[in-house]
């Protein structure tokens, strides 16, 4: 599957557009990480463990925004974008969205 923030890829042709894919992710703080993020807070430095939970949240909502892509039959998913936004206090949403789209590769329009 081909996952691009691009409108278009180079040498590829959209053959046909299958609609918007989407996935999310809601995530909680964990009272560990908010222990050391309020240390960290008092010393500065970088929030590893909300880090860590951002890269978690995102790699599960791409992987959900890519299966429902493959149930479209896609192979490519264009112009993809991130969004996200507070659900509760200590709550988040990672939300990923794209374009579902077949393409095929222009040299294999050549004879």
């Known amino acids: 599957m081909l996952i691009t923030n691009l409108e278009v890829l180079p040498n590829q042709e959209i053959i046909k557009h299958l609609g918007l894919v989407q996935g999310s992710s809601v995530r909680t703080k964990h009272v560990g990480r908010d222990i050391m993020a309020t240390l960290k807070n008092l010393f500065g430095g970088e929030l590893k463990g909300y880090t860590e939970l951002l890269q978690e949240s995102r790699a ?40 579902a789209v077949i393409v095929e590769d222009i040299a294999s329009h050549r004879r």
């Open 60 to 99: 599960e909502a791409m992987e959900r925004m890519e299966q429902q892509a493959v149930a479209v039959g896609a192979n490519a998913i264009l112009n993809v974008r991130f969004s996200t936004s507070s659900i509760a206090q200590g709550a988040a949403e990672i939300y990923v969205y794209g374009s």
